[in-house]
């Protein structure tokens, strides 16, 4: 990971192409806190992106437990050039044909600024190709993301032999910024790296289903259930690794090795894509999905990545350490004003939810030990406090349940301290909905300071000691 990092780094963004992929980037930007203008001559454009933006900001907060930034703004502009002027990152989404993007980098080139970035979200070209022709072309390297871009992590950043190692850096160090993951493809080649996995799958499946082999609802059961569950948080080569037993990848290829011989696929081979295997394609797929809208699927989609990544994230690993890291970049710093602090401000995840629709009981109370947390860190008990050997310790709390919450509803708590006395404190939690300050929930909390040495208590020490005594006058 990058450290000591800063979005300041850019102040403008420009996106070119407002559809899906766009307005993913565009939702990206926004949520962090920038200032995003968007150029696309479709008259649908800019519903379509707005729509995308919505699920952003249904979904993403959800992944953190403290808050995003302050959202930047948006503005639709009538020209590359008004959209492109001043911006440091300019994301270049167009449909995926050479020419079209060589008349519009050509367009961008005229206006914007010579230490832009350039960058391309497409799935198949190489930065060679897009830099045909350029006025400048080291600037244009390709990003290329997965959607849904707001949630999901992985950039494959590539560049050519025109491309200089820093510009390759100080693109990656910005999309860390925003909290993706930028996976630098080291060489040129055609449709990068995931996209070429998926094309295999992709080519399989196809033969499965025109062979009458399997359905399109059975091929997606065989991924989701299976070895898709596993991907999600090992990928390929560890999976296989754990697959050798104690003796690892060697025993695994040992193994399996020859069974690359066997014909068993037909990787090398492209169906026709006739008309009847189109309609046979296109029918199952609509039996599939049943009656949902392609919106209802994105929404289905987007709570079960948030579920996925927050588990993930609860192990910390794989893209959940991402999340938690890029939260660390993003929280902020929490001090006591007329000894009210808001400790907690977050929204509220969909895994938190109950059959009955609102936040379940026990989240209460992770809401109300986070709250503790962020009072203890501003005054001090931070992790070098607690290597030292001390911490408090909670040892009774009183909740009151005022109001219902709601899965995507902004929150914010309020921490004001009720004693100190000693190794005795106590502090009184109010839980309220950002909207409109209705109050959802208090928790009256007595903590107590412990040596966790002899895990007895005792009265705390040094700056923290100071600091409670302070506040408290």
């Known amino acids: 990971m990058y450290e000591d990092l800063a979005l300041e780094m850019i102040k403008k963004v420009a996106i070119i192409g407002g559809g899906v992929i766009g307005g993913g980037w565009a939702a990206r930007f926004l949520l962090n806190g920038l200032d995003v203008y968007v150029y696309d001559p479709d008259s649908n454009a800019e519903k379509t992106l707005l729509e995308v933006i919505d699920n952003a900001r249904f979904a993403l907060p959800m992944l953190y437990e403290s808050q995003l930034p302050k959202e930047g703004k948006i503005k639709f502009c009538e020209s590359i050039a008004e959209a492109v002027v001043g911006a440091d990152w300019i994301q270049e989404s167009v449909p995926e ?215 993930l994230k609860q192990q910390n690993f794989a893209a959940g350490s991402l999340i938690a890291a890029h939260e660390k970049m993003i929280s902020d710093d929490k001090t006591l004003k007329n000894k009210m602090l808001v400790s907690v401000e977050r929204v509220i995840p969909v895994d938190w939810t109950d059959y009955n629709g609102h936040m379940n009981e026990g989240r209460y109370g992770q809401v109300f030990s986070d709250a503790a947390d962020g009072f203890l860190s501003s005054v001090g008990v931070d992790s070098h406090y607690i290597a030292s050997g001390h911490s408090y310790f909670t040892v009774e709390n009183h909740i009151k349940y005022l109001d219902e919450t709601l899965a995507g509803e902004n929150i914010y708590v309020d921490t004001s301290v009720l004693l100190v006395e000693g190794k005795k404190l106590k502090l009184f939690h109010t839980m309220k909905r950002k909207a409109d300050k209705v109050h959802l929930a208090t928790c009256e909390q007595f903590l107590l300071h412990v040596n966790l040495n002899t895990r007895k208590s005792c009265e705390p020490v040094g700056d923290v000691a100071k600091k409670l005594q302070r506040i408290f006058k």
Request: charged letters at 25%; one cysteine or more.
């Open 97 to 311: 044909r050479l020419k079209i993007k060589h008349l519009v980098y050509d367009e961008i080139q005229t206006s914007c600024l010579e230490t832009a970035i350039i960058a391309s979200s497409t799935s198949g070209f190489k930065p060679s190709e897009l830099q045909e022709n350029s006025k400048a072309p080291k600037q244009i390297i390709v990003c290329h993301p997965f959607n849904p871009v707001y949630l999901l992590p992985l950039i494959e950043v590539v560049g050519s032999n025109k491309t200089t190692a820093s510009d390759i850096t100080r693109a990656m160090e910005i999309l860390t910024k925003l909290g993706f993951f930028p996976l630098h493809v080291r060489k040129e080649i055609d449709a990068h790296l995931a996209d070429r996995f998926l094309e295999a799958v992709w080519r399989e499946a196809l033969w499965l289903i025109k062979d009458d082999i399997a359905t399109t609802s059975e091929i997606d059961n065989a991924i989701r259930y299976g070895f898709g569950l596993r991907w999600a948080q090992m990928g390929l080569f560890e999976t296989y690794r754990i697959a050798g037993g104690k003796a690892g990848m060697q025993h695994f290829l040992s193994q399996f090795g020859p069974c690359l011989q066997w014909p068993w696929t037909k990787l090398m081979d492209v169906p026709d894509l006739t008309d009847e295997l189109v309609e046979k394609i296109a029918s199952q797929s609509d039996i599939q999905s049943g009656d949902k809208s392609i919106r209802e699927l994105e929404r289905i989609r987007d709570k079960n990545l948030i579920a996925i990544l927050r588990s």
